[in-house]
């Protein structure tokens, strides 16, 4: 493989053509839509979820859970039986998130009727999309849990977040999220498990709009001013519809071994790489160091997908640790090894964001365009911050995983292959 | 002096009472008055300015320049010859900002009508008081300049910003400033010369307020929001006033070294000690390393007051640098230096804030109280960030500066004399 990253060979100006193109996305959010309005190939019996797909009886555990929730919430069978015998019997149909420009956080669930963030990359035309977060509460949809609880706070997103929010963000004209993104890395965020500034700088930047709604009359203002206010994670799945436009941007580069997605089901870890167009190279599950919460133990961690390491393929995430010191409360990690990680990914990639900036880094642009061969080569797999779910449901931790090697194996022969 | 610091002598434990009122202090921002309304001793011929108090005569450059600026912005004379001859017939007086309770930025000019905000140490019942910031053009009354456009945009914060803020602040029922400060700390604010993430917190714990007026009919509210927009200093003042809340609650403690105040005007750098009540032990200006704007150079460089120092009095600032990464680029320095400087801060005070954490130093609290024996033991001097005037006004740069040692000496003379 060495040969292949040689300056000036066909793998490094294909790589370097992925990076660019990476990088030099411009997320903007342009409005928000039911996901059955927009997302493409979306249908009214389809629930999407995280991960390279499956046939519907391999889903497992909280993701299997997650997408019978999911055909629940949007009126597809009347209880869980009538959902699973309507799955089995292809009914009711599941889809892979990242097949229809989506990316799903946990589970990842999508049904027809979920508000979407439409973020368009004004560089290159292409639409990455992502629904809302649910909240707070460990238990979520999302985790795998459906009760009435998180119908009604699902309920509440569609009828009320997502109206109000789609009118704010039509009146500001649009909002570009990588200016945010930029500030926020100066601000303690990483973007994947810690967006208290992207939401702080989001919910700003809607500010003027929303105090115009109220002026006029609006008085879901203030409820939704209210919701937004602590959620500090809220701006995660922008974050993530914005990377999904930025590495979307890069699919497809002949020859390139640049990763454009990285994503987890119940059954294993995946990742798709630029010249090998969408295809999904699988693996095993990713390893994982967490830091779990009061009264949770290790043989609790289930896996039940997510797709947030979008954030990761764009030089965000584990990639942008050094940015986030107060993550250490969070995850596990002391300063020292956050730095460490941080610079070990400079070792597998293919450049530096130069937008996405690390202040402790003297402004050193994030590490960007995970390199297959690299990976190979140096043995070092990429770092992602995830959330940890549990096996009966809801968050559990959070923590670091790395991918697994296979991935990357296979990725490579088959480009070897041609 | 070594003795004094021994553990449970008397000199320690009103060290300890000290250091204990200072970071016990619940600074809570109740509402905006005019200085004439709530300084104590204030009076309309009263031009207040930094530092430790000089006869008129005294006042040299910049300062000089300032406090006639304050005189015709409140219509104490009507052109700039009059108003050097009222002040030198003493029917314009100066006052220095410490003896009515308040604090200056740079030349730090209060008048009568001039807006301040009025933060109450709930814990210990006194208040601080600080006025507004000008804004981010370089050409401020603060930093020597009175022109028509210094003017205008002072009264426009009179009569727009001041009572917007005033309405929105009582409504909200106060605003509690020490979890704001809490936080921007681990957003990278250090909240003397970066106050980027209070600032945005401060915003934000007015929005439902300000949103419910503009609900009501208030114009002037998006006009507000969009003077606070971008306007990355507006916390300041609001650190200054926690601060001097703060600080002022450890005055006058019998016997201890601990510093309540640090403050520099045109003629030199002085501190008060809590155990010498408000007495000022002078020195002359304090060493300075600075980082100028494009086309500036070090022999422009130019003192004209200031006060905020008050900041690195209670630990922040200075005392906060490995939480603000960001200011290399304004202020030079790396991010080794800064945690470097930062380490040494613990070496000359009294023990760490409990509330101030640095996420950087795994959530450590920032040196807190300064004790003058430990200064003169060690031969440490308090660091500070600040900002940097120009001969000919305006701010030419940023930097950090070291307090003289001619203050310590004399305040443990004064001290061991009794």
Redesign the interface.
């Known amino acids: 493989m060495t040969g292949a990253v040689l300056d000036g060979s066909p793998r490094t100006r294909a790589n370097q053509e992925a990076f660019r193109r990476i990088v030099s996305a411009e997320p903007v959010l342009r409005e928000v839509r039911p996901a059955g309005e927009v997302l493409p190939g979306m249908t009214r019996d389809l629930v999407l979820t995280s991960g390279a797909p499956l046939p519907w009886s391999e889903y497992v555990g909280g993701q299997r859970e997650a997408i019978i929730g999911g055909a629940l919430f949007e009126g597809l069978a009347a209880d869980r039986e009538e959902a699973i015998r309507k799955l089995d019997a292809g009914e009711i149909r599941v889809g892979a998130c990242h097949d229809h420009d989506c990316v799903g956080s946990l589970a990842g669930i999508y049904t027809w009727s979920m508000p979407v963030f439409v973020v368009e990359n004004a560089a290159g035309g292409n639409v990455g999309y992502c629904n809302f977060y649910e909240g707070n509460e460990p238990k979520r949809l999302n985790y795998g849990v459906y009760d009435d609880e998180v119908r009604d706070r699902l309920r509440y997103v569609n009828d009320v977040v997502a109206p109000v929010l789609d009118e704010a963000i039509r009146r500001t004209g649009g909002v570009p999220l990588r200016p945010i993104m930029r500030r926020a890395l ?3 965020d990483e973007l994947h498990s810690r967006n ?2 992207g939401t ?2 989001f ?2 930047a809607l ?2 709009a ?3 709604m ?2 006029g ?1 609006d ?1 879901r ?2 409820e939704v ?2 919701a937004l ?1 602590g959620n500090d994670y809220f701006f995660l799945r922008l974050s993530m519809a914005a990377a999904k436009a930025s590495a979307d941007a890069a699919r497809g580069v002949e020859g390139a071994s640049v990763v454009t997605a990285m994503a987890f089901s119940c059954r294993g870890f995946s990742i798709r790489v630029s010249g090998l167009g969408d295809a999904w190279l699988r693996g095993p599950h990713a390893t994982v160091q967490a830091r779990l919460f009061e009264g949770h133990t290790e043989d609790e961690i289930a896996w039940m997908g997510g797709e947030s390491p979008i954030t990761e393929t764009v030089g965000l995430g584990g990639f942008a640790q050094a940015a986030a ?2 993550l ?2 969070y995850q596990g990690g ?2 020292e090894v956050m730095v460490e990680r941080n610079l070990e990914m400079y070792e597998i990639t293919v450049g530096e964001h130069p937008h996405f900036l690390i ?5 050193r642009g994030t590490p960007t365009g995970i390199d297959v061969a690299r990976v190979l080569e140096t043995g070092i797999l990429p770092l992602m911050d995830i959330g940890i779910a549990g096996r009966d449901g809801g968050q559990i931790g959070a923590g670091v995983i790395r991918a697994p090697i296979e991935c990357f194996v296979q990725a490579s022969d088959r480009l070897a292959a041609g």
Request: charged share 10%.
């Open positions: 100066q601000m303690g208290t500034a702080l700088l919910t700003h500010t003027p929303l105090t115009a109220a002026a009359g008085e203002v203030l001013l209210q206010d010191f107060c250490q409360r002391s300063p202040p402790f880094l003297q402004y």
